[in-house]
Nanobody, 122 residues
Framework: VQLQASGGGLVQPGGSLRLSCVAS?????????MGWFRQPPGKAREFVAG????????QYHDSVKGRFTISRDNTNDTLYLQMNNLKPEDTAIYYC???????????????WGQGTLVTVSS
């Protein structure tokens, strides 16, 4: 089982990026709660957003509400994170995760992607 995240890069404050996470392996993740986490430089990893298996519910960290949108395409086993109005404090390595016990970030996901770096700087 692999989660491959992509889409990170350098962007100016106020800009946008779209992260993708493709799941591959012997199982489908269409029945799995999934999410995004991030680890800012020198800090602990933190929850960003979560989505239920059928995309019926989503939850976000307060710091990204109204700016980030999590979505998924179960046909292609792909998870997305649309990030708008990016701020320097959004700079972090972003990780996708699968088999979340809860979509609010509590608990421990079973599967993790390798991370993609997002740098917000002028």
């Amino acid at each position: 089982v692999q989660l491959q995240a992509s889409g990170g890069g350098l962007v100016q404050p106020g800009g946008s990026l779209r992260l993708s996470c493709v799941a591959s392996g012997r199982r489908t993740f269409s029945m799995s709660h999934m999410g995004w986490f991030r680890q800012p430089p020198g800090k602990a990893r933190e929850f960003v957003a979560g989505i239920t298996w059928n995309a019926g519910r989503t939850q976000y960290h307060d710091s990204v509400k109204g700016r980030f949108t999590i979505s998924r395409d179960n046909t292609n086993d792909t998870l997305y994170l649309q990030m708008n109005n990016l701020k320097p404090e959004d700079t972090a390595i972003y990780y996708c995760a699968a088999d979340l016990p809860r979509i609010d970030g509590l608990g421990h996901p079973k599967y993790w992607g390798q991370g993609t770096l997002v740098t917000v700087s002028s």
